[in-house]
């Protein structure tokens, strides 16, 4: 069954990702981005705005699913952190997902399969060191999908993903090195990082008609990372 699909933030990493997986099969495939993509795929519509402008408009009367995946990796000692990081984390992750969610609430509730799928982090459950901001951010959209959810049911889905480090552009600096690569694989009991598609097959399974009794959850797609001790 074709579906319209939403993704902010789909020209690179993760989103470009999910836009590939999604394209084709009669999808009608929306890309939302502040810049114009150096690779577009085949069939997909892309539109050029930022979710944190007012003037944002995008005509949708109907919509299947929306995935919003810009986020943001800041890390830093908790005492050099300033206000400023502060804000501007919670701003992408959480004011930008409120601003697109609020203007698409309508669309979605128009469709008999609504699916909305966001993003956290593995540091928000485990704790760690350096991720204060990011995580305090990512705990403000876990509660927010929850609380959504609830909101939102039966006619809207709410989900969560919740990766480890993924070898993606916004994680380059962390994985910059074969050496730092090798370290970051060996922390996960799967012993290697995790690549975009990946997150992008869980996001895909959460549109779908497959995971119609599954909402408010928040899916760990980290290699072991949340739940086992590796060796």
């Not at 981005?33 to 408009?57: C, I």
């Not at 995946?69 to 409120?98: R, Y």
């Not at 962390?174 to 996001?203: F, Q």
Request: net charge negative.
């Amino acid at each position: 069954m074709s579906q319209r699909i939403l993704i902010v933030g789909g020209t690179s990493g993760i989103g470009a990702a999910i836009t590939r997986e999604l394209a084709g099969n009669s999808n009608d495939i929306h890309v939302l981005s502040r810049n114009e993509p150096n690779e577009k795929t085949e069939g997909v519509t892309y539109h050029t705005g930022d979710v944190l402008d007012d003037s944002l408009e995008l005509d949708m009367d109907e919509l299947d699913g929306l995935v919003y995946c810009p986020g943001s990796i800041n890390l830093k000692p908790f005492k050099q952190l300033k206000s400023d990081d502060f804000s501007d984390d919670f701003a992408i992750n959480v004011t930008g997902a409120v601003r697109i969610l609020q203007k698409m609430e309508k669309p979605l509730k128009q469709s008999s399969n609504g699916s909305v799928v966001l993003f956290s982090t593995v540091a928000v459950g485990q704790g760690m060191p350096y991720h204060t901001s990011t995580a305090a951010a990512k705990g403000a959209v876990e509660g927010m999908a929850r609380s959504l959810a609830s909101e939102w049911a039966p006619k809207v889905r709410v989900n969560v993903i919740a990766p480890s480090i993924t070898d993606t552009p916004m994680a380059s600096q962390i994985l910059k090195n074969e050496e730092r690569r090798d370290m970051s694989a060996k922390r996960h009991p799967m012993k290697r990082v995790g690549n975009p598609e990946d997150i992008a097959s869980m996001a895909v399974f959460l549109l779908s008609e497959n995971a119609a009794w599954v909402t408010g959850q928040v899916l760990g797609v980290d290699g072991g990372m949340s739940a086992l001790r590796g060796l």
